[in-house]
């Protein structure tokens, strides 16, 4: 039999099987991608601290990254030095149905760490507890502080590790992130110390709510019973002027009454509740909310 390979022959099975060669390429590619997908360093899920913007008429700041730097100016120290910690900043105008449906999918998937929208939009996720309260957040951040790890006691090097996820054998990054740990804490402590400072001396920039009057107000019937008063995000209203002129919000001049109604004027910033089941990385997410003030509050320059 002759097996000699010819340019004819060449040609006549590249002619016939030249589908199932660029099948094989495309798998082969497909694997490669999947093998570098699974191998690559991840971040861990608490070091993004994720910032939604969410409005119907399109109200968020123009420059959105520099937002983000300034939010991750603000974190602890050791936090900003880690190049694997990162604030990422999206924003969605929720008034085009598509783009609706998309953010959506990602709230009720429990993404995201701080959320800034309409006090209406907030008010209806806090009804289906996706929002956790701002003032539980900040005592709970403020009595971390008081809980430090010993570097010398035994039973808090366990503690520790258990808290970290993972066994350290090396005693001296042992001690190193131990306290790393205590200077997060004091950080976040002294975050939360500021804010609650804050909200006492100008109660009018938090938003006061009882879980279930939006929804027994509006809802289709089935009512909830309602929750205790409290705080449970940064209100924007007496501060709108100050943003606006910074160029953190865009509002128009002339609202329409639809717009109004749908509480353009009336923006809040809230904490997801998810990120309270994330472990150590929550109380970041304060910081947002601190710069915020900081940058257009009572006290800005």
């Known amino acids: 039999m002759d097996s000699r390979l010819t340019k004819q022959r060449l040609n006549d099975h590249f002619g016939y099987d030249w589908m199932k060669y660029i099948g094989l390429i495309a798998a082969v590619v497909m694997l490669l991608s999947l093998v570098f997908t699974m191998t690559s360093p991840r971040l861990h899920k608490g070091r993004v601290l994720e910032i939604i913007f969410a409005s119907q008429h399109g109200v968020y700041p123009s420059d959105l990254n520099n937002f983000g730097g300034a939010v991750l100016g603000k974190v602890n120290p050791s936090d900003s030095k880690d190049s694997q910690f990162e604030v990422h900043v999206n924003s969605y105008n929720i008034g085009d149905s598509q783009i609706m449906q998309a953010y959506s999918v990602r709230i009720q998937a429990g993404e995201g760490d701080v959320l800034v929208s309409e006090a209406l939009i907030t008010k209806t996720y806090i009804d289906q507890q996706i929002i956790y309260p701002l003032g539980d957040a900040i005592s709970e951040a403020i009595s971390l502080g008081n809980n430090l790890f ?152």
């Open 150 to 301: 010993d570097t010398e006691s035994a039973d808090s090097r366990r503690q520790f590790q258990n808290f970290a996820g993972k066994t350290i054998k090396d005693e001296e990054k042992l001690i190193q992130e131990m306290q790393d740990e205590n200077t997060r804490r004091l950080h976040y402590q002294s975050v939360a110390q500021q804010l609650n400072e804050f909200f006492s001396e100008n109660p009018e920039y938090g938003l006061m709510y009882r879980r279930g009057e939006q929804w027994n107000e509006v809802g289709d019937g089935e009512t909830i019973e309602l929750g205790e008063e409290k705080l449970w995000a940064l209100s924007f209203t007496p501060m709108l002027e100050s943003m606006k002129a910074g160029g953190f919000i865009y509002v128009p001049s002339a609202p329409t009454e639809k717009q109004l109604e749908e509480g353009i004027l009336e923006q809040a910033a809230a904490l997801m509740s998810r990120k309270r089941d994330n472990g150590p990385y929550f109380y970041e997410s304060l910081t947002a909310l601190l710069h915020i003030i900081q940058a257009y509050g009572p006290a800005a320059g």
